[in-house]
């Protein structure tokens, strides 16, 4: 039941279920990896899934507030700004680094979907990325316990 609650707490919110895998279920650093990243990956699928059906949905009812556009300027809100900062800024790479520690992977997901959807390689970059920040937050964590 445990592994079950980890699933899908990756799936939402990857970051914050490395505390409770390692402190509350007190599982081993393989398990942690392996169940977090199963997680994720399932979040992956299926918010990829929801946002392009999303997407098309927007474009299909709302087409001139939802198609990019460069012709006019829009006003934006300081939540937009600053995903369009985080994409304008970083691009890709800002996406794939920020979606496990900050955007959480609905949201990291849709802008990777919306910007760069047409890349079949930027999900398995975002996929890394995951697993990369699941190493660092495991190792981190488990030092941590063991110092305690």
Do not use: D, H
């Not at 985080?86 to 609905?106: A, E, Q, R």
């Amino acid at each position: 039941m445990k592994e079950l609650v980890v699933i899908l707490s990756a799936t939402w919110k990857f970051a914050a279920t490395f505390p409770v895998a390692v402190y509350i279920f007190r599982m081993s650093f393989f398990e942690t990896i392996l169940y977090t990243n199963i997680g994720g990956l399932i979040g992956l699928i299926f918010f990829t899934l929801l946002s392009r059906g999303l997407l098309k949905l927007l474009n299909t009812y709302w087409p001139e507030k939802w198609r990019c556009k460069k012709k006019e300027r829009k006003i934006f809100s300081k939540r937009n700004r600053r995903l369009v900062t985080i994409k304008n800024k970083y691009g890709l790479p800002g996406i794939v680094i920020l979606t496990p520690v900050i955007l959480s992977i609905p949201i990291g997901v849709f802008l990777n979907t919306k910007y760069y959807g047409k890349q079949k390689s930027s999900y398995l970059f975002l996929f890394l990325g995951q697993i990369a920040w699941s190493f660092i937050y495991t190792i981190a964590l488990v030092k941590i316990k063991t110092a305690i």
